[in-house]
């Protein structure tokens, strides 16, 4: 079956702007988190939405929101960029009863 | 909150040598316990899970992992290792209450010579 799927894989932006990421997890997955993965900080866990409601959320500044549609699909967005919200930000998706999360390839995002 | 250290930032070692690599976690309550790849080039993967049960898990392309909970540890290890295991691994824990969130390792790059 189809993997996890990102979109774009790659985008350019400039300080101020916004930014939105798409997520399509696997067929029959309902629980969808976000990650962010940079050189300097490692792999740094966003939020986690299951049934459209947000689950979890880590530590990070609220320019950065997600939200999750009836199908499953998944985008965070990060209002007002900064050059250190340039980074590999990673979506995962898995079944809720079994916690093993699927990753997909990433949208690479860098703020000039 | 848990946190992941691993011990290792960078290993270097020869084809058929064995790896092992090591992952301390902290954290007071239940947890579940993963290692995960990623190839260059290539989105993480998955090398293996501890759930609960046997402590000894294994997992694809010949690794294991030991979980010691006395030691808060869930170490790494493959007997023997080819080129195409040049990749960096990462130790995840995930806190039973806390759902699907995952808190990583700083990570392991590994270089094996051909």
């Known amino acids: 079956k189809a993997g996890v799927t990102q979109t774009p894989r790659y985008l350019i932006k400039t300080r101020g702007q916004q930014v939105t990421l798409s997520c399509s997890p696997i067929?029959?997955?309902?629980?969808v988190s976000w990650y962010q993965q940079t050189p300097g900080q490692g792999l740094q866990f966003l939020f986690e939405?299951?049934?459209?409601?947000?689950?979890n959320k880590g530590n990070f500044p609220g320019r950065f929101s997600g939200r999750q549609f009836s199908n499953s699909r998944s985008e965070m967005n990060v209002s007002t960029l900064e050059l250190g919200d340039s980074a590999l930000y990673l979506c995962?998706?898995?079944?809720?009863?079994?916690?093993?999360?699927?990753f997909g390839p990433g949208t690479r995002l860098t703020v000039l | 909150a848990q946190s992941v250290s691993q011990h290792n930032h960078h290993v270097i070692l020869s084809e058929a040598a064995s790896l092992e690599l090591g992952c301390n976690y902290s954290?007071?309550?239940?947890?579940?316990l993963f290692w995960y790849v990623q190839y260059p080039g290539q989105h993480l993967q998955l090398l293996l899970k501890?759930?609960?049960?046997?402590?000894l898990v294994k997992g694809i392309k010949g690794f294991e992992a030991e979980f010691i909970k006395s030691k808060f540890s869930f170490n790494l290890r493959k007997p023997s290792v080819q080129w195409s295991d040049t990749a960096e691994y990462f130790c995840a824990v995930n806190a039973r209450a806390a759902g699907n969130k995952l808190t990583f390792g700083g990570g392991t790059r590994v270089l094996v010579k051909p």
């Open positions: 954290y007071g309550g239940t947890v579940n």
């Open positions: 501890y759930f609960s049960g046997d402590p």
């Open positions: 995962a998706s898995s079944r809720l009863e079994d916690n093993e999360q699927f």
């Open positions: 939405y299951f049934s459209e409601t947000q689950r």
């Open positions: 067929s029959g997955h309902r629980s």
